[in-house]
């Protein structure tokens, strides 16, 4: 095992060997990967990491070597943050800032706790709406929600993206042309 320091608050992008985004790991564990010829690195990070034997540039981006089956979880985890995150930290009625997490038709009511029920609210919209729907109301949702979707969604839930990763969450379709 390499004696590798990671960086603070830092990740890799896992991409398969297709280019297909797949994961984020630690500094640590995505270099492991290269030193130990499993995957290259495609993007370089910031600094330089030190082994007993080797130096090697922070890998940002690696590719596997060989090609990875992988199953995907079907759905994204209903987690607070996640929920934040979809709604962009921003209240589903006001537009004002979320803190609190609202079931449009209420849970007291049989609403459920699933995606396409809950939304961001601020804690004054959550308190005046209570127990009612918004149509009791005469309320608005800025947008119907849903699960979310999309490959960014899948590798990274509700971590923010590192801005040298944006090349290959973008990818509408995986790219299979072989490396030179
Ligand atoms: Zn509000």
């Known amino acids: 095992m390499p004696d590798i320091r990671p960086t603070a608050g830092s990740g890799a992008l ?26 290259v690195c495609v993007a370089d990070g910031e600094g330089i990491l030190h082994s007993a034997r080797n130096a090697l540039p922070v890998p940002s981006v690696v590719r596997l070597t060989r090609f990875v ?19 962009g930290w921003r209240c589903a009625y006001c537009r004002g800032p979320a803190e609190t997490i609202d079931h449009v038709f209420p849970r007291s009511r049989g609403g459920r706790h699933a995606w396409e029920n809950v939304v961001a609210a601020c804690a004054r919209c959550n308190h005046t709406k209570g127990d009612k729907t918004p149509a009791e109301l005469g309320w608005r949702l800025h947008n119907l929600p849903a699960a979310p979707k999309g490959t960014a969604w899948r590798v990274l839930g509700h971590r923010a993206p590192d801005p040298r990763w944006a090349d290959w969450l973008d990818l509408r379709e995986p790219e299979t042309e072989a490396a030179a």
């Open 14 to 39: 896992v991409l398969n060997a297709t280019y297909e985004p797949l994961c984020v790991v630690s500094v640590r564990r995505a270099a492991i990967l290269v030193l130990s010829a499993k995957a």
């Open 69 to 87: 089956r992988v199953p995907y979880r079907t759905h994204v985890g209903l987690s607070r943050r996640a929920i934040f995150a979809r709604d």
